[in-house]
């Protein structure tokens, strides 16, 4: 018993020096090895309140940096639109107010997953036809567009088969690896079906 306390004062003392990582990393042994508890006088009840405190790591999706350059000039006008209908025949998922957007200008498109923000995005790329209204774009206007659809991934798999289906990850690390992603908790348990554009693209 006193050698298993040894061993978790230790792993908890490497937690909290270098966090979970270090604990999980490949010179593992050697990080424990290193820290010294020769002189620790916890017991069983210190290291459970040393294990509550320590606080979960802020994990952030990798950065992606995107320098896009327009190889001739387009007209002024970049797009104008009336009141457009988004959707598919019989479900229409919302109508715009009118647009007009010119060459230089910005544009976000915020909405919650499945209200319809890839599907208005097709919708401009032609890949749809407007429920109601019409698109003009301008002249010269090339569309450039990161697809978020994927065709590869399986539609009956969770999220996390899907994933492991294609990394071999064991089921642990690839739920780390996809709460970088946002995924996390039952989120994890979703079948790709029912995911929004944006999710899939994650």
């Not at 050698?3 to 990582?21: D, T, W």
């Amino acid at each position: 018993a006193k050698g298993r306390l040894r061993r978790l004062i230790r792993e908890v003392k490497v937690v909290q020096a270098g966090g979970l990582h270090a604990l999980n990393s490949m010179n593992w042994g050697r990080v424990m090895e290193e820290v010294d508890i020769s002189d620790s006088k916890w017991t069983v009840m210190d290291v459970e309140q040393a294990i509550k405190g320590l606080q979960s790591p802020v994990v952030r999706p990798p950065e992606l940096s995107l320098r896009l350059r327009s190889t001739m000039r387009s007209g002024n006008l970049v797009l104008r639109a009336g009141e457009v209908a988004v959707g598919y025949p019989g479900v229409t998922l919302f109508t715009t107010e009118p647009i007009e957007l010119h060459r230089g200008e910005c544009a976000a498109l915020i909405g919650p997953n499945g209200s319809g923000k890839s599907t208005f995005l097709r919708t401009l790329m032609g890949e749809l036809e407007p429920l109601q209204g019409e698109l003009r774009f301008g002249a010269s206007l090339k569309i450039g567009y990161f697809a978020q659809a994927q065709d590869r991934l399986n539609a009956e798999n969770t999220v996390l088969d899907e994933l492991i289906s294609h990394k071999h990850m064991l089921i642990g690390k690839a739920r780390s690896y996809l709460a970088q992603y946002l995924f996390r908790g039952e989120d994890v348990f979703k079948r790709v079906a029912m995911l929004s554009g944006g999710e899939r693209a994650r």
